[in-house]
């Protein structure tokens, strides 16, 4: 049963309102803008972030009641757009590496969302999300793999998809790289942070209760370092609402990105 639409204003002004409680109940949240990529990889290396076991439950807990909505017809605009990138290839049931897969739910997603379905395979860094990954999907491939090198071979897959994962690794250039050379024919980066007009930002914030990294990127020179990387833009939708304006001074939203790879001469 739904609580009335007043309490739950009332709940959300009282997290909001608490360092303790915003922390550990938003999805993220205290953001603060870091002085670039060495302060970046300071944070990144004081704490276990993404690979705790409860970052883990606590992202599972709240992607639990989106993929419910999901099934019952109403999937988050987050949701569609990652499904409706993949049908825009035009490639029957491809083969798909999701790089940053979390605890799997996006191959849930694909499931439901595509009828003629995909052939999944996520990898994550973090051992913990992986092990969750295995459970709540033990038919579905996951492995444990560093964006920044992956273990597959060139063209290993016909679609590399990089789910919200490319916003929080700091070396993401050859994030880029690495996903260019994995996919036969398409990338995407799914709900990239970007702005319009101001440079590449770095920030520390709390996700579901531990403090990392996140990125912001020049769509400028996003594009450019994919370009660089043999890949051509395609299409993008606009994603979820995130203007972190009031944060770094610049207005942001999110994108995801389709990109084609150039053929090799």
């Not at 205290?30 to 409860?54: C, F, I, K, P, T």
């Not at 793999?145 to 919200?164: E, M, Q």
């Not at 020049?218 to 994919?226: F, G, I, R, V």
């Not at 770094?248 to 939203?253: E, F, K, M, N, R």
Request: net charge neutral.
């Amino acid at each position: 049963m739904k609580l009335p639409r007043v309490v739950r204003q009332i709940g959300k002004l009282v997290v909001k309102a608490s360092p303790l409680l915003r922390r550990h109940i938003m999805s993220s949240s205290d953001h603060r803008v870091l002085g670039g990529r060495e302060e970046a990889l300071n944070v990144a290396a004081s704490s276990a972030g993404w690979l705790a076991a409860r970052t883990v439950a606590r992202q599972e807990r709240a992607y639990r009641g989106l993929i419910a909505d999901m099934k019952r017809g109403e999937p988050r605009l987050d949701f569609k757009v990652a499904a409706d990138a993949i049908a825009a290839t035009g490639i029957e049931n491809p083969r798909v590496l999701e790089v940053g897969c979390g605890s799997g739910c996006y191959s849930e997603v694909f499931a439901t969302l595509l009828p003629g379905g995909v052939r999944y395979t996520g990898v994550d860094y973090s051992d913990a999300m992986i092990v969750r990954a295995r459970v709540q999907y033990p038919s579905t491939a996951f492995e444990v793999a560093d964006a920044t090198g992956l273990p597959h071979a060139d063209g290993a897959f016909d679609i590399v998809f990089n789910g919200v994962s490319l916003m929080h690794i700091i070396d993401y250039e050859a994030v880029v790289h690495e996903a260019a050379r994995v996919a036969a024919r398409y990338c995407i980066f799914h709900t990239v942070p970007v702005f319009d007009d101001h440079r590449t930002t770095y920030l520390r914030k709390y996700a579901y209760g531990a403090p990392v990294v996140e990125i912001i990127f020049s769509k400028p020179e996003l594009m450019a370092l994919c370009r660089d990387a043999g890949l051509r833009p395609e299409r993008a939708w606009a994603g979820i609402h995130y203007d972190m304006s009031e944060v770094t001074g610049h207005y942001s939203t999110t994108e995801t990105y389709l990109f084609s790879k150039i053929a090799e001469r």
